[in-house]
T-cell receptor, first 116, second 115 residues
Framework: DTAVSQTPKYLVTQMGNDKSIKCEQN?????MYWYKQDSKKFLKIMFS???????INETVPNRFSPKSPDKAHLNLHINSLELGDSAVYFC???????????????FGEGSRLTVL | AQKVTQAQTEISVVEKEDVTLDCVYE???????LFWYKQPPSGELVFLIR??????QNEISGRYSWNFQKSTSSFNFTITASQVVDSAVYFC????????????FGKGTRLSVIA
């Protein structure tokens, strides 16, 4: 069984469209994340949820809206897609111990978004 | 704020050479974790090692070894007798445990091993 799974793996869409990427983890972890990897391979945190609550929201346009229906799922919805949104989006999860994280992240395989 | 610097953007070596990837970090916390991840051409992120700030022992795992030195805030990664399959982008990362901050990555070093 895949520990952290994302769908779709590839997504090609037109500017202005709205799209979603889904993420599920079966590790029983409390915290989930979305990272964006740009064309230069730079990995940057976008959001973090702990037990369905948003705890980190970096300077991301509000066209990006994460949704966590339960602690095993963290979906990413993007409105009005722009060319600059083209990237690989990685979902990850981690287990926190008494609120202090060891920091180890388990990553999904990534979702490559191409905006035309 | 936490920061990770990987000064080497790209490295090319010939197979069987040894190669060291540098990582320098900044943090105000006394308790933190350092990581290395590998991203092969297939794109997934593969966990290699985690080291906590209280453990400065060097670690060896097969052809991989890691040198953690708090005095210089460095956590360098050496591949001995490199192989073509080692070709990948390697990321160093830092997490400040007590602030519960997410993993912050360096910009990565692209390693190309030529046969």
């Amino acid at each position: 069984d895949t520990a952290v799974s994302q769908t779709p793996k590839y997504l090609v869409t037109q500017m202005g469209n709205d799209k979603s990427i889904k993420c599920e983890q079966n590790l029983g972890h409390d915290t989930m994340y979305w990272y964006k990897q740009d064309s230069k391979k730079f990995l940057k945190i976008m959001f973090s949820y702990n037990n369905k609550e948003l705890i980190i929201n970096e300077t991301v346009p509000n066209r990006f809206s994460p949704k966590s229906p339960d602690k095993a799922h963290l979906n990413l919805h993007i409105n009005s897609l722009e060319l600059g949104d083209s990237a690989v989006y990685f979902c990850a999860s981690s287990q926190d111990f008494a609120g202090k994280s060891t920091g180890e992240l388990f990553f999904g395989e990534g979702s490559r978004l191409t905006v035309l | 704020a936490q920061k990770v610097t990987q000064a080497q953007t790209e490295i090319s070596v010939v197979e069987k050479e040894d190669v060291t990837l540098d990582c320098v970090y900044e943090t105000r916390d006394t308790t933190y974790y350092l990581f290395w991840y590998k991203q092969p051409p297939s794109g997934e992120l593969v966990f290699l090692i985690r080291r906590n700030s209280f453990d400065e022992q060097n670690e060896i795992s097969g052809r991989y070894s890691w040198n953690f030195q708090k005095s210089t805030s460095s956590f360098n990664f050496t591949i001995t007798a490199s192989q073509v399959v080692d070709s990948a982008v390697y990321f160093c990362a830092l997490s400040e445990a007590w602030r519960n901050t997410p993993l912050v990555f360096g910009k990565g070093t692209r390693l190309s091993v030529i046969a």
